[in-house]
């Protein structure tokens, strides 16, 4: 069964703090990406990666860094967190099945920035 | 105006009844399109997955694609409580990225 983990199902910290959400998929998949929810606004990228150490900006990429040492792991850095930042982060990567790609999720991460 | 527009819901109707969800939207380069589920504190999974204008069934559910009105439906069958859910449409055209709706909020009462 196919699995995108993501670390920690609830986080609180403080404004200025620097946080750390961590992503691990078991399907070998190349392309990775980084995803806040937030009501009214649905799904945003931030950040994907095609490969190792590869990364592009996706909507949304200020005030947030990635980081692709290992095809399995993504991980995604709020260098001094805001209260805008307050949000449902989301973690998926990609594979293809059948001719179509499909996109397959991690069950989120609230972060509370207080 | 967003590329991407969804009625927010939130949705509640008895169950059995048929219940039909939909996405309009601006870009006509748009080709494939999909249907993703949301259940409460999990991630989306994907639902229906079209590529053309027509009807896709799968079980209780009906992926229906427009293209010329720019418009995409998922109709769901005789619904049960399990299908309590938020539903996301998405689209994308060649290699580019998805873009979602912001889905709309589901609730089948018993």
């Known amino acids: 069964d196919v699995k995108v983990t993501q670390s920690s199902r609830y986080l609180v910290k403080r404004t200025g703090e620097k946080v750390f959400l961590e992503c691990v998929q078991d399907?070998?998949?190349?392309?990775m990406f980084w995803y806040r929810q937030d009501p009214g606004l649905g799904l945003r990228l931030i950040y994907f990666?095609?490969?190792?150490?590869?990364?592009e900006k996706g909507d949304i990429p200020e005030g947030y860094s990635v980081s692709r040492e290992k095809k399995e792991r993504f991980s995604l850095i709020l260098e001094s967190a805001s209260t805008n930042q307050t949000s449902m982060y989301l973690c998926?990567?990609?594979?293809?099945?059948?001719?179509?790609?499909?996109?397959?999720f991690g069950s989120g991460t609230q972060l509370s920035v207080l | 105006q967003k590329e991407v527009e969804q009625d927010p819901g939130p949705l509640s109707v008895p169950e059995g009844a048929i219940v039909s969800l939909n996405c309009t939207y601006s870009?006509?380069?748009?080709?494939?399109f999909m249907w993703y589920r949301q259940y409460s504190r999990k991630g989306p999974e994907l639902l229906m997955y079209?590529?053309?204008?027509g009807n896709k069934e799968d079980g209780r559910f009906t992926a229906q694609v427009d293209k010329s009105s720019k418009y995409i439906s998922l109709f769901i069958r005789d619904s049960q409580p399990s299908d309590s859910a938020t539903y996301l449409c998405?689209?994308?055209?060649?290699?580019?990225?998805?873009?979602f709706g912001t889905g709309t909020r589901l609730t089948i009462i018993p």
């Open positions: 998926a990567s990609s594979g293809w099945d059948r001719e179509r790609e499909k996109l397959f």
């Open positions: 399907m070998d998949h190349e392309n």
């Open positions: 990666s095609y490969d190792v150490k590869m990364k």
């Open positions: 870009n006509s380069a748009f080709q494939y």
């Open positions: 079209t590529y053309s204008s």
């Open positions: 998405a689209m994308r055209f060649g290699n580019e990225k998805l873009t």
